[in-house]
């Protein structure tokens, strides 16, 4: 149980343009999705909290109007990286809910 | 501020051996605390955790103990397998089992088991 569908994997991006990564609890419903980042050989760091039907909660330090969340529905949650650059290459990794399970994770490349 | 800290970036251990994977913590509101298993462009896959109710908990080759006081956790991994090359990270919440949250992660040890 507590399965957590990330798409797309990988992404390769023109400097400027936006991505939407999408989450999708499978078999629960996520009221809550957590978002994260990794640079290559560093730790995961929280970038925000998406919470259904209501506005995402950024940690210190993330651009919200940078890094859009919507958490529209229980079973799913996106995160449009808007006018992306270079700097934003990472992996994006989400967490469904309170429970254990982080999805597959996306590399984002900006060109 | 870095709250949980693996100081050791690498490991490397024969086949067989016992891999000790060390994590230390600054925060004492942590009473939940879980190790994960990370394969590069891969989501981080859990391991096994512990309550901060406790000093032990055994999971099959896993075994994770804390040490509240010294606010220092290890994961023992015995025998060691070549499958179980990959970076492990531990993180830390605060609320217990049934909230944990916002997961503070170390900064990974990548091990590496020889055949």
Redesign the interface.
């Known amino acids: 149980g507590a399965v957590v569908s990330q798409h797309p994997s990988r992404v390769i991006c023109k400097s400027g343009t936006s991505v939407k990564i999408e989450c999708r609890s499978l078999d629960f419903q996520a009221t809550t999705m957590f978002w994260y980042r990794q640079f290559p050989k560093q730790s995961l760091m929280l970038m925000a909290t998406s919470n259904e039907g209501s506005k995402a909660t950024y940690e210190q330090g993330v651009e919200k109007d940078k890094f859009l969340i919507n958490h529209a529905s229980l079973t799913l949650s996106t995160l449009t990286v808007t006018s992306a650059h270079p700097e934003d290459s990472s992996f994006y990794i989400c967490r469904g809910g309170y429970g254990y399970t982080f999805g597959s994770g996306t590399r984002l490349t900006v060109v | 501020d870095q709250q949980v800290k693996q100081n050791s970036p690498s490991l490397s251990v024969q086949e067989g051996r016992i891999s000790i994977l060390n994590c230390d913590y600054t925060n004492s509101m942590f009473d939940y605390f879980?190790w994960?298993k990370k394969y590069p462009?891969?989501?981080?896959?859990?391991l096994i955790?512990i309550s901060s109710i406790k000093d032990k908990n055994e999971d099959g080759r896993f075994t994770v103990f804390l040490n509240k006081s010294a606010k220092h956790l290890s994961l023992h991994i015995v025998p060691s397998q070549p499958g179980d090359s990959a970076v492990y990270?531990c993180a830390a919440s605060v609320g217990g089992s049934?909230?944990?949250?916002?997961?503070?992660?170390?900064?990974?040890t990548t091990l590496q088991v020889k055949p």
């Open positions: 879980l994960y462009a891969e989501g981080p896959t859990f955790s990270f049934s909230n944990t949250g916002k997961l503070i992660f170390g900064q990974g």
